[in-house]
């Protein structure tokens, strides 16, 4: 996901990969038309082309000020690795109640205001359509799916940044507080 902040509003555009085998799963229509429209990469084999979404990563960095890359640790170490190697501004972003619930509240309320826009990306639309946020007995949210096919990978992403944003808002910079020092 990238996402833009301007003037308290978020804009969110979502790029999507899936192997070729799944692709090719007749169960799975949906795909053959999003690839075709351009909205999903499809890459060789069976497995996800880590070393495409790299380069795409590494495209975006040069041509954006990327601030932080969010990652969750779980399945995502080698990516992290590889870019943190290449200079990428790396930020570790468990997917954990305490990190999702605030986050998830904040993206829901940003909906309801009108101040969260994204690309109309059908598989962000259908992603985020899936989620389902119940609340638990402390007032937590946690995004979660009904079905297993009801993928919602997109639609986390996009709370991970919204949650990354929200932590960045609060620290702000040291230098708007006391100014520079020199030594």
Do not use: C
Not at 50 to 63: H, S
Not at 92 to 105: G, I, N, W
């Amino acid at each position: 996901m990238l996402v833009f902040e301007r003037k308290e509003e978020f804009f969110v555009f979502g790029r999507h990969y899936l192997p070729e085998d799944t692709v090719a799963d007749p169960a799975k229509q949906a795909y053959h038309g999003w690839q075709y429209d351009g909205h999903l990469t499809v890459t060789d084999g069976s497995r996800i082309d880590m070393e495409k979404i790299e380069l795409d990563v590494l495209k975006d960095i040069e041509r954006f000020d990327v601030r932080e890359i969010a990652y969750d640790p779980w399945g995502g170490t080698y990516l992290e690795q590889r870019l943190t190697a290449q200079g990428a501004p790396m930020v570790e972003y468990r997917q954990t109640v305490d990190k999702m619930s605030p986050a998830m509240k904040e993206f829901e309320a940003l909906v309801k205001e009108g101040k969260l826009w994204h690309d109309g990306n059908p598989i962000l639309t259908w992603m985020i359509s899936n989620v389902v946020g119940r609340e638990d007995a402390k007032g937590n949210v946690y995004p979660r799916k009904e079905r297993p096919e009801n993928k919602i990978d997109g639609a986390v992403a996009a709370i991970m940044a919204i949650g990354r944003a929200m932590v960045s808002e609060k620290q702000g910079s040291v230098y708007e507080e006391r100014g520079v020092l020199a030594i």
